[in-house]
Every structure is written in C-alpha cells, then in structure tokens.
C-alpha cells in the first residue's frame, strides 16, 4: 500500500501560504513578542524616573564652575544637563512604564552626596501627562520646569510620544538660562529599546544661544553662538556621552 499517496488523497495536495495569511501569523507573533516582553518587564513610574534623572547634577556643578568667565561654556553644560534628563526618564514613558502616580502627588528624591533634592509633582494623567518638577542644589544652583507628555502615535514598530520640557535653571552669580525642548519619545515594539530624538534651543541672560539636534540614531549635533558668531559646537552620542568643544573668542567679542 502506498501510504504517501493515500495520504495525498485524504488531505489533498499541500497549497502555500497567501500573503494574507503570512501576514497574519507576523502579527500574531509580533503580538506575542510584546505581550512576553511588557509583562516580563521592570515597570517604571515616569515621575519616579524624571526624579532619579534629574539628581545626576554634575553637568550644572561643572556649569557653576564655568562662571563668570565662561558664560558660553555655562549654557553648553546645562543644556547637556537637560538632554541628558530627557534621554533618562524616557524609559519610564514606554512600554515599560509603570502605574502614574495619581494627580496631585509630590515625589521627593534626595542625593547622598551633593544633597540635592529633587521634587516632582503630577498634575495631570490625561490627555497629557503632566509633570511640573523642581531641584535644588546646595552652593550651585536650581532648576524648575513642567514635562509634557504626550498620547502614543502608533507608526510602523516605532510608536512615539512627544514629551517638551520647559526649563529655567539659575546658577551662582546670577546666571540664568531658560531651554525649550521638541523631543520624542520613540520604542520599538519587539526590543523595547527606547529612543529619544528631536531638538533643544537655550538662551541664557548673558547673550549665548544653543540649539542642538538628537537625531533617531541618537547622535547629537548642534551649536552655541553669541550675536553671529559660533563659539562652540557639540558632538557625540546619548549613549556614549555628549561633549562641548568651544572655540577661542576674538578679543572684544
């Protein structure tokens, strides 16, 4: 007896998979990848995170330093200060996010070493989240701002949110810089790998303007200029660090 072409007669001749049905069984497992990973994930507060992102204050330390000759080298270390912030707390804006804290809630964070204090207060969950937040630190500075964060926009394996700070950060001798940021918060379904890109712009009381560019690859490109002239440029990674080289200033400028 032959039991393949029995076999062929009971269940018919094998046919292929359509492109429908392909592209069904990718999205089934798709589905299942970010199910496994969101359940099986560390669950982060978003408050909780910009709390512990906004301790890391050695960029303002080094900022205070930088005064009052330095006024350029200043604004660069703060709005690195920032971006650094921004690229932090994004991991608690994901797929990984924990339960918000509910509106009205003050979140406290204190620093063992430099005494900082940071304190974050939810004002709103929906439609935006809504975050105002403020960090004292002791002989250097303060920083106050309010965080928006935006609904997911589903695009391909990369969802995004926009999340915009506010800033004004006022440092020892007067100094004070205020920064806008257009970031977004992107993550991909299957790797949970969270991305921070977009743009910044800082302008501080002593006449020196930043603008700098995260790109989606996280490279970080951008300027500081006084009047028309450029007197620094950034360059570097988020994941790797961001630096500032300032250019010598002619005499008088």
Same mark, same amino acid.
């Given at each position: 007896?032959?039991?393949?072409?029995?076999?062929?007669?009971?269940?018919?001749?094998?046919?292929?998979? $359509?492109?429908? /049905?392909?592209?069904?069984?990718? #999205?089934?497992?798709?589905?299942? &990848?970010?199910?496994?990973?969101?359940?099986? &994930?560390?669950?982060?507060?978003?408050?909780?995170?910009?709390?512990?992102?906004?301790?890391?204050?050695?960029?303002?330390?080094? &900022?205070?330093?930088?005064?009052?000759?330095?006024?350029?080298?200043?604004? &660069?270390?703060?709005?690195?200060?920032?971006?650094?912030?921004?690229?932090?707390?994004?991991?608690?804006?994901?797929?990984?996010?924990?339960?918000?804290?509910?509106?009205?809630?003050?979140?406290?964070?204190?620093?063992?070493?430099?005494?900082?204090?940071?304190?974050?207060?939810?004002?709103?969950?929906?439609?935006?989240?809504?975050?105002?937040?403020?960090?004292?630190?002791?002989?250097?500075?303060?920083?106050?701002?309010?965080?928006?964060?935006?609904?997911?926009?589903? #695009?391909?394996?990369?969802?995004?949110?926009?999340?915009?700070?506010?800033? /004004?950060?006022?440092?020892?001798?007067?100094?004070?810089?205020?920064?806008?940021?257009?970031?977004?918060?992107?993550?991909?379904?299957?790797?949970? /790998?969270?991305?921070?890109?977009?743009?910044?712009?800082?302008?501080?009381?002593?006449?020196?303007?930043?603008?700098?560019?995260?790109?989606?690859?996280?490279?970080? #490109?951008?300027?500081?200029?006084?009047? $028309?002239?450029?007197?620094?440029?950034?360059?570097?990674?988020?994941?790797?660090?961001?630096?500032?080289? /300032?250019?010598?200033?002619?005499?008088?400028?």
């Amino acid at each position: 007896m032959d039991i393949s072409s029995s076999d062929s007669n009971l269940y018919g001749p094998l046919k292929k998979p $359509t492109l429908a /049905q392909i592209g069904l069984l990718a #999205t089934g497992i798709l589905s299942a &990848a970010v199910i496994a990973r969101y359940y099986g &994930a560390r669950k982060f507060n978003g408050a909780e995170r910009l709390a512990e992102a906004l301790l890391d204050s050695d960029r303002l330390h080094d &900022a205070a330093r930088s005064l009052p000759d330095a006024s350029e080298a200043a604004l &660069a270390s703060c709005t690195i200060y920032m971006v650094n912030v921004a690229y932090r707390a994004a991991e608690g804006q994901g797929l990984s996010g924990g339960v918000e804290d509910p509106v009205g809630y003050s979140r406290t964070h204190r620093h063992p070493y430099t005494h900082a204090v940071t304190t974050v207060l939810t004002e709103a969950n929906s439609p935006e989240h809504l975050l105002t937040y403020a960090v004292n630190i002791p002989e250097v500075g303060e920083v106050r701002g309010t965080r928006r964060v935006g609904g997911l926009r589903v #695009t391909g394996l990369s969802p995004a949110r926009p999340a915009p700070d506010t800033v /004004q950060i006022t440092l020892t001798d007067g100094y004070t810089t205020q920064l806008e940021t257009d970031f977004e918060i992107a993550e991909y379904l299957v790797t949970g /790998q969270t991305r921070l890109y977009g743009a910044a712009t800082a302008r501080d009381n002593m006449g020196n303007v930043c603008r700098i560019n995260v790109g989606f690859d996280g490279v970080v #490109t951008g300027t500081v200029t006084r009047e $028309t002239h450029v007197i620094g440029r950034f360059e570097g990674k988020l994941s790797t660090g961001i630096t500032f080289r /300032q250019y010598e200033i002619p005499p008088g400028e």
